[in-house]
């Protein structure tokens, strides 16, 4: 489909600043179909894993074709579209333009299927796109310089697509720089207080990849924590993802209240070791909880915290670093055995959700391989 035969189906008022509920809709019509990917796009992808369907509640979803074990990486996606991330947003409008005129036809058109929040819109997007095509000829697919009513739908589509790029846009570095990008399936990828997968920039492979946390069913849905808080009630989330993304959640967390206790439970073990981490200056009164003493009581609070996350199905990085405070505790109580096997814990953990290029985590043991390595040389030197 060229970009003239999209024209008709936007209708953004111009004049004030307002955005209809219908520019948010995709330019095309069905969803469930032409979700073009060239083959470049994704590699180190033997078989397709997963496909994009629609669901009851969600729009449409990512889903696994077929059974997929714990720890695989399903998607490993360059960027249809990325930018480094300049200090403006007008600027990141104008970058934004620029990238898009010289995007080829099919990347366009990928784009402009995805879903656009209508909140992520901003004062400055419509004069800085405006701006732009002010000071910029644009042409149509057959290399015609769009005028009049042309240009200015051209223009209206161009707003649009910047509120999808904003919607899906993930953070990535590029020349070490900040940057954001746009990637196709994972764009389809719909939020789960208890995600089943993990999602991640791989500066090693240069690839923005998804990895699984749990075994997954064949056509169950995949599904990501579109935040960073797993230990926050309920209300909290609903907060979060309705300002940020607009939505109510629907998934099996929010839908099952008997699932609150153990959040509620988490964040109290999670707000005790992190006072505890900060010499307990901030201790939480409210709750009229006693700070913890010593190492021994931390490590049994971070031994039950790990454990609940493990019994709520909240396999992610926040469990990886539990294990690891498990370890460097186990070694401060001069139990270096115990300290090891919480960082094998870890390490698993973390390959499973990352993968095993973690070579840019060595600085000061970062990566749970370097703590784990460090902790077997020190039982090697104990030994010798
Ligand atoms: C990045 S898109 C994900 C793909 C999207 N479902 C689609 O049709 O393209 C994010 C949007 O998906 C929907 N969504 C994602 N997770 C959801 C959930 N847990 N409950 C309800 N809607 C959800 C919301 O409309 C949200 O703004």
Redesign the pocket.
Known sequence: MDSASHMEQLHMKDQDGSFPADSTSPESGD?SIALSQSSSDIIEQPEVMVEVRKTD?????LFATGKIPRGTRVLSEKAIIQMIDPVYRSELANRFCTKLARLSQDRIETLSQ??C?PQVFKGEDRPAIAKWYNENSVTDAHGQELKGKKRQESRKKTLRRFGVFI??SSGITLDGQVGRGVFTLF??????CVPNARYGWNEAIQRFTVHVSRDIEPDEQIFISYLPLTYEGRAKRAEQLEAN???????EACRDPAREMGRVKMSILQLLLTSYEQGNTHVPRIMELDPLKNRGEALDIANQLAKLMVSEGLVTMELAKTYRTCSQLSLWLDDLDEAIEYAEKALDIERCLIGPETEHLREDDLGCQYWLEKLQGLKRSQEA
């Open positions: 969803e509640t969600m729009g449409v979803g995805l879903h929040n919607t899906n764009s389809r990828i719909n939020h789960s993304w607009g939505f109510e959640c629907a998934c």
